[in-house]
């Protein structure tokens, strides 16, 4: 390739790099919130309405993925956040963002299925899974409190649990600290299994909007602009050399 068409490349390569940058730079980052898929728990399914020892309970789910909490007292297994599983269907709500502005969740009572005003018999219970991105340029705290089982997973790994059938004044996971820094996700799973209350609040504080990956608008628009440039003196020099040719 010659030095004049390098120049001419150079140019063109520049001018649509920083031209394609402008729209990039428009674009706002990921805002910090988190979303929840609502299911229905109907009346009897296994693990509901079960004699099982009150307040928090650690160990009912695994420690990686999606958690699969044991019927009691059989052992049978129930997983409350997918409707492939029998007794369990969509609620009306489906999934919506719970949170725009924030990892915040405050449902301090009466956290029944849509349209219901008790849980249990003829109503069934709620449950929910929820999902957001979070980065951490420092340390954060995870706080649940639950009525009844609440579980939290952080890059797929089980970080704080919440397990039992409990009101949400009794005894709840101590919050726990986060402090690996970077891009990170969460899955949140809460499950209400008997009556006569439901209930759960969620709080992180020091959570903060996920952060890009890719290199700075103002970085890249600058390397666009300087292809631009040397394109063009490129093209000048090689005029000018000919003219005196």
């Not at 020892?53 to 009691?72: K, M, R």
């Not at 919506?96 to 301090?108: K, Q």
């Not at 919440?162 to 809460?190: C, M, R, S, Y």
Request: some cysteine; aromatic content about 8%.
């Amino acid at each position: 390739m010659t030095m004049k068409r390098r120049g001419a490349l150079m140019a063109v390569l520049g001018l649509a790099l920083t031209g394609g940058l402008f729209g990039f730079a428009a674009t706002p980052a990921q805002a910090l919130s988190i979303s929840g898929t609502y299911t229905d728990i109907a009346f009897g399914t296994a693990g509901t309405e079960t004699n099982i020892i009150g307040g928090l309970q650690l160990g009912l789910v695994g420690a990686i993925g999606t958690p699969l909490v044991g019927g009691f007292p059989s052992g049978l297994p129930a997983n409350y956040w997918s409707t492939a599983t029998p007794g369990v269907t969509a609620d009306s709500i489906g999934t919506r963002v719970d949170n725009a502005a924030g990892l915040t969740l405050s449902f301090p009572t009466n956290f029944f299925p849509s349209g219901q005003t008790a849980n249990g018999a003829g109503a069934g219970y709620l449950a929910v899974h929820w999902t957001a991105a979070f980065s951490n340029p420092g340390t954060v705290t995870f706080s649940i409190a639950s009525d009844d089982h609440a579980f939290l997973y952080i890059d797929g790994g089980l970080f704080l649990d919440n397990g039992g059938v409990k009101a949400i004044t009794d005894t709840q996971a101590a919050p726990k600290v986060f402090n690996v820094a970077g891009n990170h996700t969460l899955e949140l799973f809460f499950a209400d299994v008997q009556t006569i209350q439901s209930a759960l609040t969620f709080s992180c504080a020091g959570c903060e909007d996920p952060t890009s990956t890719v290199p700075e608008p103002a970085t890249l628009a600058l390397f666009g602009t300087t292809l631009v440039g040397l394109g063009v003196v490129i093209r000048r020099h090689l005029k000018d050399g000919n003219k005196g040719a």
